[in-house]
């Protein structure tokens, strides 16, 4: 029988260094033998990418946060059906750049929608699926959208004013603090090779037990 592969999230605001620290848990993930598949939310499908157009493009009419919601997770409905799960159950292992903690921490803090919505739309869309790991990058806002806009423009959530990015940060290290089997903070502040250290320590500490398993 095929032992099911273990899912991987990586999760912080703008500018942390998912993108930089996604390739070390990448290379960690190879250099252990594991089969993994490496994709993002919202996106990962085509379908689910031109979702993503969808919420992240500047549109002439404002955005409503619950339509934003809704996007967002009709993206993850068909990400998780078409992609994640069907690898999952062929022993892969899935490395997803965000997913729902980005929806407590975006549209739950940042949009002051609240938990009971996503929470409702988790169980619909995920039914008892979450993450195996969760690794959360953690940095002052204003220096992580510094770090963004040094990339070029700006997308619409990305404009957004600092205290929404102050809000989703807050609600980052509530998730963190109040899972901490699942989740794993990292100071991302550090220089670029202190923060991969502290991220390789983390991967051995908590993926050890599952790489021994198989
Ligand atoms: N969103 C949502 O609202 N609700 C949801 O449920 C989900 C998502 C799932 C897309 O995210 C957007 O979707 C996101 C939330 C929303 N908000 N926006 N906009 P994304 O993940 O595709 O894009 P992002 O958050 O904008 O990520 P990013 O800006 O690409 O940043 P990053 O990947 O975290 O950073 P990076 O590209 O690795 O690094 C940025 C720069 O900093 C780069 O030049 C690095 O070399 C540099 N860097 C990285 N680490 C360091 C350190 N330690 N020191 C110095 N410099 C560093």
Redesign the pocket.
């Known amino acids: 029988m095929i032992r099911p592969g273990k899912f991987i999230t990586l999760e912080?605001?703008?500018?942390?260094?998912?993108?930089?620290?996604?390739a070390v848990i990448e290379s960690y993930l190879a250099e252990n033998d594991v089969e993994y598949i490496v994709t993002?939310?919202?996106?990962g499908t085509h379908l689910a990418e031109k979702i993503?157009d969808l919420?992240?493009d500047n549109h002439d009419e404002p955005m409503d946060a619950a339509t934003?919601?809704l996007l967002?997770?009709a993206?993850?409905a068909q990400h998780l059906n078409t992609k994640i799960r069907p690898a999952i159950a062929k022993g892969k292992w899935v490395l997803c750049?965000?997913?729902?903690?980005?929806?407590?921490?975006?549209?739950g803090a940042?949009?002051e929608l609240g938990e009971r919505f996503i929470s409702a739309l988790e169980d619909l869309v995920q039914g008892e699926l979450r993450p195996d790991l969760t690794v959360i990058?953690d940095?002052e806002p204003a220096t992580?959208l510094n770090?963004?806009s040094?990339?070029g423009a700006?997308?619409?959530?990305?404009q957004e004013q600092i205290d929404f990015f102050h809000r989703?940060r807050s609600c980052y290290l509530e998730i963190a603090a109040a899972n901490p089997q699942r989740c794993a903070l990292i100071d991302?502040?550090?220089?670029?090779l202190?923060?991969r250290d502290q991220l390789l320590e983390t991967l051995e500490q908590r993926l050890r037990i599952f790489l021994d398993e198989r």
Do not use: C, H, W
Request: charge should be positive.
């Open positions: 912080g605001g703008e500018g942390v260094g998912k993108s930089t620290n996604l993002r939310e919202p996106g993503r919420i992240l934003e919601l967002v997770f993206a993850r750049d965000r997913f729902t903690d980005a929806t407590y921490a975006y549209q940042g949009r990058l940095l992580g770090r963004a040094q990339r700006l997308d619409r959530i990305e989703v991302a502040s550090k220089p670029l202190a923060v």
